[in-house]
């Protein structure tokens, strides 16, 4: 089993190698991480989130490249337009997250004004005033273009009401932070390609 | 636990060895008499429509106090909230009856005959009904829009009152868990022509709270009171006259913790509601029947809420709705085989809130027709419809059609057809809000909308966008049904009953309300259009069987399959998708994942055993009630329930009682609902923990 497997691993490492010589993209690193964000819906910071780094990066980094998206609460602005001076653009399509093997050509989406975002509130989530909490839309894929032209893809896969430190809370407490459950692709080598090892 | 149960049961035993009386809690069945199904009275077992009649023996021997608790121990009905209500105003959750899978909203509930109001969030709160002046009930399954139009969807539930011939005065007083006080005092005072009836009935609780985490408490405290009283006078043999009061207070404390750990906001509701009702009936020939019904109700909710702290108004809310109905329905023989009976009426109906900008009228005239024929001993039709006619949504025919075939007097064989429609509610019409204090959204209901002015704001800069929905708002169209029914009836005269239904309906047009612009603050406006479709299908069986030395067993069973028809075939088409457990990964649904509508059990079930000894002045009863797991919430953002952590976990209530003859005007009664002490504090909160109760019975006849 071992001496198969190890087989197989050289064998991967062979076709990934020749294939780097017939121009195949790399392939893009998938990830899952929590990110925690402000829970506040009108005041506050927004958290910045980085697909090349694979995790936040710091606001004072917000008038740069260096991030791609960014949320606060339920919120979410991507580096471009109004919102930042990157490239970034986005569009939120119903593909499931392992199924979307390679970004569109066309059609992302920019932050054009304050109130005309490129994620709108109903692409991703559902709302329930009854329990006030939001449910990721399952089956929905955000796919990037970053703020430097390269592509990535995005799930949110759960979104939890917690204190600062990320563990939950239940009302009557009320939550400072919003801690994601995401899943990341990030493809760096420009090619649009998002399928993994 | 177990011991009590034990306790019970040898207690149930050790009166059994006493000598065997005739049973009455089962009574003849081919001598029982119902009158909602056709507005006719007729015999429970010549009707081709399901009917279910709860006695006024079986309302005394569980010791219910409010309609809510007697109803949901009945086969096919579920104790639940409407869409969008709350625990803010409506009292205690909302605790509507769901049947044959139709939310609270689709089922009219009918006072001796006259339809009640005052729902809120779509549902009528049936907590405020006593049943200690209630004679029997009568519910009736399926579309009934034929008869009763707006609301009767899934079918009707028809309180009926006492209607003593005897001097007598009962009292009642009960204390129970949470400081439950019931006190009543009802009475009859007759001559020859004339008799009076009266109830008067008090009723309050300390509250109770089922989740000592949160600061409020799950159920506030509150007292309602209630009267009634019931004049009837016979003119002639021919004429009579009754005249029908009731009136109901009840005010209950409110207390939240809003942006709080602690309790901050306090006040009170306050729920009135009063119903007139005369009847004038004349027989003008051995053939000619006909009542003239007046009727008038007015129902007013009020709720204000304050600051604790500085006693600053935080919340004030203010309800009054008025109905008003003039209706004659004539019944007559045509010959020995065929009864006709037309009707006709108009309603007027006001209503004044916080949350419209002036008072609502709504005018509604209908005429309905029934045609009641025996082909033979075996066959008997019955053919009806009714048009509504009216000035704010779209008028309504509504037919019905049902079948009988009678194999043997035991057995019979029932079919029936029926349309059912429920009109816009006054939210849906009239609403005009604008809500400040959140995001800022805009709602307006369907009469309310008006696409030049939306246009306008446009202009203006306030909107930003007209999305393509908004030229589709156009008058409101009723929500309607079509229900079909069929089944059996087997009772025999020694009391034993088989009956079984299957039934489906069908739901169009329902009413929902969607984004028709995006406002300059990135927040939407709201309308209402007729939008979905669903369905509801499945059976209920039911069995009675009496025992030998005073048992009686009665055991029922419903299964039901429900679906939004949009949804399943979104589902067909491969286009939804959901997660098996919270923030796991997305997989595409299939229609063995799709969990039907919101707040459904596939199965309930009950088991009820009863221990009559009337010679010993003894009885006692056990029941269990059982429901499966029903869906609550959506937490993958496909609306429906498919994991396990979107659904409530089913569960068995236990009630029991036992009442003594002490002496011969005093009975002694106590017990135990919920004996094993089930609750779940998010999904039943109208459910409270194990509760003790004891009341003392007098009677005087004189």
Same mark, same amino acid.
């Given at each position: 089993m071992k001496r198969l497997s190890m087989i197989a691993f050289v064998a991967g490492a062979f076709i990934l190698t020749s294939c780097k010589k017939d121009n195949t993209p790399d392939p893009a690193v998938v990830e899952q991480k929590d990110f925690l964000v402000n829970g506040s819906a009108t005041s506050g910071n927004f958290n910045f989130f980085s697909f090349s780094l694979g995790q936040e990066v710091p606001k004072t980094d917000s008038a740069s490249n260096k991030w791609d998206f960014a949320m606060r609460f339920?919120?979410?602005?991507?580096?471009?337009?109004?919102?930042?001076?990157?490239?970034?653009?986005?569009?939120?399509?119903?593909?499931?997250?392992?199924?979307?093997?390679?970004?569109?050509?066309?059609?992302?989406?920019?932050?054009?004004?304050?109130?005309?975002?490129?994620?709108?509130?109903?692409?991703w989530y559902i709302y329930n005033a009854q329990t006030r909490s939001f449910s990721p839309i399952a089956g929905r894929t955000f796919v990037f273009r970053t703020a430097t032209n390269k592509y990535a893809k995005l799930e949110i896969l759960s979104a939890d009401p917690t204190d600062d430190n990320g563990n939950l809370v239940i009302p009557p407490t009320r939550p400072t932070k919003i801690k994601y459950k995401i899943r990341v692709a990030y493809q760096a080598d420009g090619s649009r390609s998002l399928l993994p090892q | 636990m177990r011991n009590l149960l034990i306790a019970f049961f040898i207690l149930i035993t050790g009166g059994c060895l006493a000598q065997s009386s005739p049973d009455t809690i089962i009574k003849n069945p081919l001598e029982e008499v119902v009158i909602t199904a056709t507005r006719t009275e007729r015999k429970l077992g010549n009707i081709a429509i399901p009917v279910t009649l709860i006695s006024q023996k079986q309302l005394k021997q569980t010791g219910a106090l409010r309609l809510n608790e007697i109803l949901q121990e009945q086969t096919g009905l579920f104790l639940s909230a409407g869409t969008g209500s709350n625990a803010v105003g409506g009292g205690i959750f909302g605790n509507g009856i769901q049947m044959q899978g139709l939310s609270p909203d689709y089922s009219l509930i009918l006072l001796d005959g006259e339809p =009640?109001?005052? $729902?809120?969030?779509?549902?009528?709160?049936? &907590?405020?009904? !006593? %049943?200690?002046?209630?004679?029997?009930?009568?519910?009736?399954?399926?579309?009934?829009?034929?008869?009763?139009?707006?609301?009767?969807?899934?079918?009707?539930?028809?309180?009926?009152?006492?209607?003593?011939?005897?001097?007598?005065l009962k009292a009642s007083f009960r204390y129970g868990s949470y400081q439950t006080i019931d006190a009543l005092v009802n009475g009859a005072i007759s001559n020859k022509k004339t008799n009076l009836f009266y109830f008067l009935n008090r009723n309050s609780s300390k509250g109770y709270e089922l989740d000592p985490k949160t600061p409020e408490k799950t159920l506030d405290p509150y007292r309602n009171y209630t009267m009634q009283f019931k004049l009837k006078h016979q003119f002639s043999n021919r004429t009579k006259?009754? =005249?029908?009061? $009731?009136?109901?207070?009840?005010?209950?404390? &409110?207390?939240? !913790? %809003?942006?709080s750990p602690v309790i901050n906001i306090g006040g009170n509701g306050v729920t009135k509601d009063l119903n007139i009702n005369p009847v004038l009936t004349h027989r003008f020939s051995e053939k000619v029947n006909s009542a003239l019904r007046l009727y008038g109700s007015v129902y007013e909710y009020n709720q204000s809420l304050d600051s604790l702290k500085n006693s600053i108004a935080y919340y004030d809310d203010r309800f009054r709705q008025q109905f008003w109905r003039a209706e004659n329905q004539t019944d007559i023989k045509l010959n020995k085989d065929h009864l006709f009976s037309v009707g006709a009426g108009h309603t007027v109906q006001f209503v004044r809130t916080t949350r419209y900008l002036e008072i609502k009228q709504q005018n509604l005239s209908y005429v309905f027709v029934q045609s009641d024929y025996k082909f033979n001993q075996k066959l008997n039709l019955i053919a009806g419809a009714r048009y509504d006619h009216n000035t704010d949504f779209r008028s309504r025919f509504s037919p019905k059609l049902a079948l009988q075939w009678k194999y043997s007097d035991q057995l019979g064989f029932q079919f029936s057809y029926g349309a059912g429609f429920k009109a816009p509610d006054f939210r849906q019409l009239y609403l005009n809000f604008i809500n400040n204090a959140a995001q800022g959204y805009t709602i307006y209901g369907a009469s309310e909308f008006s696409i030049e002015a939306l246009e306008q704001q446009k202009s203006q800069g306030l909107i930003l966008q007209i999305l393509p929905a908004a030229y589709q708002i156009t008058q409101l169209n009723p929500e309607i049904s079509q229900g079909w029914n069929g089944g059996f009836r087997y009772h025999h005269q020694s009391g034993f009953l088989a009956e079984g239904n299957l039934f489906y309906n069908r739901i169009r047009e329902l009413i929902n309300y969607l984004p028709v612009a995006v406002q300059n603050n990135g927040t939407y406006v709201f309308s209402y259009v007729n939008q979905k479709k669903a369905f509801t299908y499945g059976g209920e069986w039911n069995i009675q069987l009496p025992l030998k030395k005073g048992f009686s067993v009665f055991a029922g069973y419903q299964f039901l399959v429900t679906g939004d028809t949009e949804v399943r075939s979104q589902i067909r088409e491969g286009k939804v998708f959901g997660r098996d457990v919270p923030g796991g990964s997305a997989r595409l649904m299939s229609l063995a994942d799709y969990g039907g509508l919101l707040n459904r059990s596939r199965h309930q079930a009950n088991l009820r055993f009863f221990y009559d000894e009337p010679a010993k002045g003894f009885s006692a009863n056990l029941r269990f009630i059982y429901r499966s797991r029903w869906g609550v919430t959506d937490l993958d953002g496909n609306g429906f329930a498919n994991m396990d952590k979107e659904y409530a976990k089913g569960y068995v209530q236990v009630n029991l009682s036992a009442t003594k003859q002490i002496k011969k005007q005093i009975e002694l009664q106590t017990g135990v609902n919920n004996l094993m002490n089930?609750?779940?504090?998010?999904?039943?909160?109208?459910?409270?923990?194990?509760?003790?109760?004891?009341?003392?019975?007098f009677l005087f006849h004189h």
């Open positions: 339920e919120k979410i602005i991507v580096n471009s337009g109004v919102s930042g001076p990157g490239q970034a653009g986005v569009q939120v399509i119903s593909t499931p997250f392992d199924q979307v093997k390679e970004a569109p050509q066309a059609g992302y989406k920019y932050d054009t004004t304050a109130t005309q975002l490129a994620v709108k509130a109903d692409d | =009640l109001i005052g $729902r809120q969030g779509g549902v009528m709160d049936l &907590s405020r009904f !006593a %049943i200690g002046n209630i004679k029997k009930i009568e519910i009736v399954k399926g579309p009934s829009s034929s008869l009763y139009g707006s609301e009767a969807m899934a079918g009707v539930v028809n309180i009926i009152t006492e209607d003593p011939k005897d001097n007598h006259l009754s =005249l029908n009061l $009731r009136y109901f207070s009840g005010k209950q404390q &409110s207390f939240y !913790a %809003i942006n089930y609750i779940d504090p998010v999904n039943l909160p109208n459910i409270p923990g194990r509760q003790y109760f004891i009341t003392i019975h």
